[in-house]
T-cell receptor
Framework: RKEVEQDPGPFNVPEGATVAFNCTYS??????FFWYRQDCRKEPKLLMS???SGNEDGRFTAQLNRASQYISLLIRDSKLSDSATYLC???????????FGAGTTVTVRA | NAGVTQTPKFQVLKTGQSMTLQCAQD?????MYWYRQDPGMGLRLIYYSASEGTTDKGEVPNGYNVSRLNKREFSLRLESAAPSQTSVYFC???????????FGEGSRLTVL
């Protein structure tokens, strides 16, 4: 079983729609969680960290569900510029080997 | 601010040739990483260096060697390139184990 799994999508949504997707992780001891964004043929960049209480950054909301071992990302009022691949990243305590999911592709259409 | 700089950005090799990918960061980060990214596979860790003077294997180390030359530089060497090593390689750095990973722009390697 992979350490981090994501629905690859693609999620094709119209502008203004809400899109949400999850990332599951296998190790219950995982401590740190992140969402990265990767545009086509570019390097990944941090979108947001995921805190236990959930957190919001503008139109983006991240949630952590430790009981079911998944994190989620919700994008409200989608913009064309949100089209990208979203990578889930999980880290164990005192472990430098961050684990990446394969990514979820989101395409926002006009 | 340069951040993480990788060279070369593109390279074509023949099977059996060797080459070194260079990576340097100017953020005074302790930890550095080499990942490869293949379609549908996400980012897979090749090697990492938690701090200057240490290196450790990641998920897919076979066929690669690394050198943490100093705190700034972390190089990846392919001793005898194989077509299976055709990929996009990303170098990254992080201050601790839980902060933001900063990536270089990637090195696109093709092995014929």
């Amino acid at each position: 079983r992979k350490e981090v799994e994501q629905d690859p999508g693609p999620f094709n949504v119209p502008e203004g729609a809400t899109v949400a997707f999850n990332c599951t992780y296998s190790n219950s001891a995982s401590q740190s969680f992140f969402w990265y964004r990767q545009d086509c043929r570019k390097e990944p960049k941090l979108l947001m960290s995921v805190y236990s209480s959930g957190n919001e950054d503008g139109r983006f909301t991240a949630q952590l569900n430790r009981a079911s071992q998944y994190i989620s990302l919700l994008i409200r009022d989608s913009k064309l510029s949100d089209s990208a691949t979203y990578l889930c990243v999980v880290n164990l305590p005192n472990d430098y080997k961050l684990s990446f999911g394969a990514g979820t592709t989101v395409t926002v259409r006009a | 601010n340069a951040g993480v700089t990788q060279t070369p950005k593109f390279q074509v090799l023949k099977t059996g040739q060797s080459m070194t990918l260079q990576c340097a960061q100017d953020m005074n980060h302790n930890s550095m990483y080499w990942y490869r990214q293949d379609p549908g596979m996400g980012l897979r860790l090749i090697y990492y260096s938690a701090s200057e003077g240490t290196t450790d294997k990641g998920e897919v180390p076979n066929g690669y060697n690394v050198s943490r030359l100093n705190k700034r530089e972390f190089s990846l060497r392919l001793e005898s390139a194989a077509p299976s090593q055709t990929s996009v390689y990303f170098c990254a750095s992080i201050q601790g184990a839980y902060g933001e990973l900063f990536f270089g722009e990637g090195s696109r390697l093709t092995v014929l």
